[in-house]
């Protein structure tokens, strides 16, 4: 058998032999070539050849002009008359293919008069200024779209940039994605007549790109018939495994789908429910994922049921009577009616359990949601047609469905890849993540990400380039890091920097799950090679000390990261003295002492206790020290207040990393009048450091104003009083 022709496929799901529904016989290439050279003997009558494809877009066009049909038809045989395929047939047969393809899925006529021209500018020697004057600049923008770069111009870049450019066309008309695969799905299915090696190179990327684009925008039928044929490519064994389980399973006496599918017929029926059920086949790459999911396969797990019902409502209507008389699999529900996938996708899961212990899985969605979980953005007709009212693009992922978020993206990141080698290994990179997550803005906006994204990803997603100056995040209202791993639903304040200078960290690429994020992080470290974690973390380290002491004090070499950092001003008198002369104490004439484990500023309530030489030290009343010494039986001093007295105080304040923040942090304090005593900067934690000064003050009055000070310093989240210690005076 040859292994790119892995048998019954038909768009959507794989049929075993014995089970197969009534489908449209597959087109007759053969005939098709001999029809294409005949021609036909009037030219305004439609040609023979195309009789399949009117045949499926009147299905789902009955009012439809077909003079544009006729046309691209007689321009595409003419054109590729003589040109052959390596499978023997005319050339014409692969364009009529490709249109049918897209007809059954219900393509526009648009997209179908593309679909007929689609090589013709590429492989002879029509030219897109004849397609704009004979069929306008639609047609004439999707045919390029889809026209590949000559190698001879870029060499082994063709391939990448041929996809980059598609990508773009993309992005200003989705048809164009939509003729590509549908393209790609029909030289699958002939791809037998290729050497092996070329057979496999083809598959993979379809595997790597062609699939996940499928699964994006939605086109469910090409994507399972593109992954069934690369199965067969690729791993010929498990394939032939996979096919032998299927036959076997189609040969039973008994199928527990089609007595279940009557059971909820019947539930249905007695419920008055309009419905549609149909056994629903698992193609050969489901049944494979399945088998290696649950081991041995029963009959149940060879499909599922669809049900297929008029209205919205009713598919609500539908769960209900299957969860009221049947036995419901409770953990098996999932509505992505409320909440649909990211590729539009709409439908009700659940299951049912039979006696036997067998779990039927049941898809309920309406004939409209079937039409486009099938087709997807095929389904969606004219791209250029006015949105409904209701569908307005707000910032944030888009609603317009035929311009989804994650291609917007797309977009916004290969700009800015450097090289045909890095866009195609990132592209690859990102279709791999097959699954999306949405996180919401405090502002009621949200961002689409892919599963695993971090707050690094929401930066970039949200600001781009400027999310370099993210200092850090809230998830659901609670500080978070940015290394935090998001899930669906989550809300993120992200926390923004006002230096213009602001510089990523080299830490944050581990973080990074998206191409955005990565590479612009990639192209700020390329482009400041001088400066690294470690440079930026002295200079942070550096810039704690009070301007006036910078010049005098040796730069140290050791990083931050590496060591507690203490920054102590050089001695000076009034300074080294303590500020305890606005302290009153019963006894007049005792040296006055301010307890350095509690750092008591006005307004505190304080106490003192008698020490040896005659002095008083005075602690916070919750100081847990004053209660050790009155168990202890210390004679305690009443003390109080002065007034317009000088304090030194013990500030702690809790940031998150960033290069200069401790410079505009030590710089706002002494704008505060505040003198620095004293600085120690902890080993960062987390992308989070925490700061403890020790601060002299003209006026206790002007300690809520310092605090507020340095709260506003972007990057710290905490300032907070330096809590009494356990040790004693």
């Not at 917007?408 to 999306?436: G, I, K, N, V, Y």
């Not at 906006?445 to 695993?452: A, F, H, K």
């Not at 001093?637 to 505009?664: K, Q, Y």
Request: hydrophobic share 40%; with cysteine.
């Amino acid at each position: 058998m040859n292994p790119a022709s892995p048998g019954p496929v038909t768009p959507g799901h794989v049929t075993p032999p014995g089970t197969r529904r009534k489908a449209r016989p597959r087109i007759d290439l053969r005939r098709l070539g001999r029809a294409a050279l005949l021609g036909s003997a009037a030219r305004d009558r439609l040609p023979d050849a195309i009789g399949h494809v009117v045949e499926a877009h009147r299905a789902h066009h009955p009012d439809a002009d077909l003079e544009p049909l006729r046309r691209a038809y007689l321009l595409a045989e003419s054109s590729h008359r003589g040109q052959m395929r390596k499978s023997g047939e005319p050339y014409i047969t692969h364009p009529l293919a490709v249109t049918l393809i897209l007809a059954e899925l219900g393509a526009e006529t648009t997209t179908l008069t593309a679909s007929l021209l689609h090589d013709t500018v590429e492989d002879t020697d029509v030219t897109l200024d004849q397609v704009r004057e004979q069929f306008g600049e639609e047609v004439r923008y999707l045919v390029d779209g889809v026209t590949k770069l000559e190698k001879v111009d870029y060499g082994a870049a063709a391939e990448p940039e041929t996809f980059r450019k598609m990508l773009v066309a993309t992005g200003n008309d989705v048809r164009v994605m939509s003729i590509k695969l549908a393209d790609r799905l029909h030289n699958m299915r002939t791809l037998g007549v290729m050497r092996p090696e070329k057979q496999e190179r083809i598959a993979k990327v379809t595997r790597d790109v062609l699939i996940p684009l499928a699964e994006r925008l939605g086109v469910q039928a090409l994507k399972t018939e593109l992954e069934d044929l690369v199965f067969a490519i690729l791993h010929p064994e498990e394939y032939e495994h996979t096919r032998e389980l299927i036959v076997r399973n189609a040969a039973r006496a008994d199928d527990p789908l089609a007595e279940v599918a009557d059971d909820v017929r019947r539930v249905l029926r007695e419920a008055d429910i309009t419905a549609e059920v149909l056994i629903r086949p698992r193609h050969f790459v489901s049944v494979h994922r399945v088998s290696r999911k649950r081991g041995r396969l029963r009959g149940a797990d060879f499909g599922r049921l669809l049900v297929l019902v008029n209205e919205d409502a009713d598919c609500y209507g539908v769960l209900g009577e299957l969860h009221t008389c049947m036995t419901p699999v409770v953990s098996e529900f999932k509505d992505f009616i409320a909440v649909p996938k990211f590729n539009l996708y709409q439908s009700l899961h659940t299951a049912v359990a039979r006696e036997d212990g067998q779990v039927v899985e049941v898809l309920i969605r309406t004939h409209q949601m079937h039409k486009v979980a099938e087709a997807g953005v095929v389904a969606l007709g004219n791209p250029y047609a006015a949105p409904p009212e209701e569908q307005s693009a707000g910032d944030g992922e888009r609603v317009d469905p035929t311009r989804p978020g994650w291609l917007s993206r797309l977009l916004e990141w290969q700009r800015a890849a450097p090289d045909p080698d890095t866009f195609w290994s990132t592209l690859r990179e990102d279709l791999a993540q097959d699954r999306e997550i949405t996180v919401f803005r405090p502002d009621g906006g949200t961002l689409g990400l892919p599963d695993g994204a971090t707050c690094v990803d929401a930066a970039y997603a949200q600001y781009g380039e400027d999310a370099h100056a993210c200092i850090g995040a809230r998830v659901n209202g609670r500080l978070a890091t940015l290394s935090t791993v998001l899930k669906d639903g989550d809300t993120v304040q992200l926390l923004m920097g006002q230096d213009p200078a602001s510089e990523p960290s080299r830490e944050w690429l581990e973080h990074a799950h998206t191409p955005a994020a990565r590479i612009a992080i990639q192209r700020w470290l390329t482009a400041h090679p001088a400066r690294d974690d470690t440079a930026a973390s002295e200079d942070a380290a550096d810039a704690g000390r009070p301007a006036a002491d910078e010049a005098a004090a040796p730069r140290s070499a050791e990083p931050v990261a590496d060591r507690a950092t203490a920054v102590t001003p050089a001695a000076r008198p009034d300074l080294d003295r303590p500020a305890a002369a606005q302290v009153l104490v019963d006894r007049p004439d005792a040296t006055v002492r301010l307890a350095g484990c509690c750092t008591p500023v006005p307004p505190d309530e304080v106490t003192g206790f008698a020490v040896r030489g005659g002095a008083v030290t005075v602690h916070r009343v919750e100081c847990p020290a004053v209660a050790r010494m009155k168990s202890g039986g210390r004679e305690e001093v009443g003390a109080r207040w002065g007034e317009g007295a000088e304090c030194r105080v013990t500030l702690v304040a809790e940031s998150f990393v960033r290069p200069h923040l401790l410079a505009d942090l030590t710089e706002a304090m002494a704008l505060e009048g505040a003198e620095i005593v004293s600085a120690t900067v902890e080993p960062p934690t987390q992308q989070q450091v925490r700061h403890t000064y020790t601060v002299q003050l003209p006026d206790a009055a002007g300690l809520p104003a310092l605090m507020r000070a340095m709260r506003n310093v972007p990057g710290v989240y905490d300032v907070s009083r330096a809590q009494p210690q356990t040790s004693g005076s």
